[in-house]
């Protein structure tokens, strides 16, 4: 309960740091432009156009989040009452929810906070740019957006597949049965956070660029077929927990193709396939194989999961960066666009993994 109670105070916090920061910035800010802001020619809104527009844009984006949530909740009043109609056994309930919420849908998440940091910053940048930049470069940004979050989603993917059940052993010490289950969903489902990656993106690209009710519609078009596939997979395949998470991948697919047909519509956007997706699948799939083989060696030689676990993890990121470079998924340019640059660029070039 304390615990629970932690996970709450510092959500909260967190969430009153960030609006500090915005007062402490807007102080600054009107501090600064004051002059400007107190013109002769300043047109002043009344607070009744200014709370419309706010609550206009605000709303389909509360929504659209608030479909994503309530999807849980919804699986999990689905999954109990199935349960429950159908006889099966408590601890068995408890093992199979432990495993996929607790578990499953942690891990999966994780990689998520990337794309969520990337769709944010899309917003303004994509709202910014429709008046400045020409559409080529407009596509040009949402490309970029999108190819850096599939950097990040693909080999997480792949990492949770491959070291799964080492990795929860690590984290969920002490519940083999529930870990076992849950390595078997994450090698299932972890495609979701590459479809959720790629959700969360066109979502924010959706909403820079002017169109944000679509996110919020597809949502709930998605949700519905989702909640369609969960009663099926439950009721008349006996796969149990499994259901939740192919409804998950149903749900994820659906956004995808239909914020993709919303974006295209708009803008005739078309992704690069090669550098987008292919040559970080390549590349991840390398890194998958020499993660595997770092953990089953070290595993051998030390007898501990720990210090496997985190070596393998750290020899992935290594074999995948690597890998980056040679398959040219990332190109000298889009390194020295990287924090520290210029500096990543002369270790490659020393390491031989890129020519010059």
Known sequence: A??????????????????????????MYYANQGNELSGENRVKESYKSLMKTLVLMIMPITLNSA?????????????????????MDASLYEISWNAYEGKYHLLTHVPLAFATALSSSAVPNLSRSLKTSSPSEITQKIRTAIRFAMLIAIPSCVGLAVLSKPILQL????????????????????????????STITNGVLQGIGRVKEPAKNAAISLLAHLVILVLCLW??????????????????????????????????????????????????IMGVGAWGAYEGLHHLTK?????????????????????LITGAVTESDLKSFPKGTLLVKIAKKTHLLRG
């Open 171 to 198: 984290l969920f010490a002490g519940t083999p049965e529930s870990n076992d289950l849950a390595s078997s969903l994450l090698r299932l489902g972890g495609i979701t956070v590459i479809l959720y990656s790629f």
């Open 304 to 324: 501990s999961n720990s210090i496997s676990v985190l070596l393998a993890i750290c020899a992935a990121v290594a074999i995948y960066a690597a890998a980056l």
């Open 236 to 285: 008349l395949l006996p796969i149990g927990i499994y259901g939740v998470v192919v409804a998950d991948i149903i749900f994820g697919l659906m956004m995808n193709i239909m914020n993709y047909r919303s974006i295209y519509r708009a803008i005739r956007f078309r992704p690069e396939i090669k550098k987008t997706f292919a040559l970080p699948a390549v590349s991840a799939a």
């Open 2 to 27: 304390f615990g629970a109670a932690g996970g709450t105070v510092g959500t909260l916090s967190g969430a009153v740091a960030g609006l500090l920061v915005c007062i402490v910035l807007y102080r």
């Open 67 to 87: 479909i994503y949530n309530i999807s849980s909740v919804l699986d999990s009043s689905i999954f109990s009452n199935f349960a429950d109609l159908s006889g």
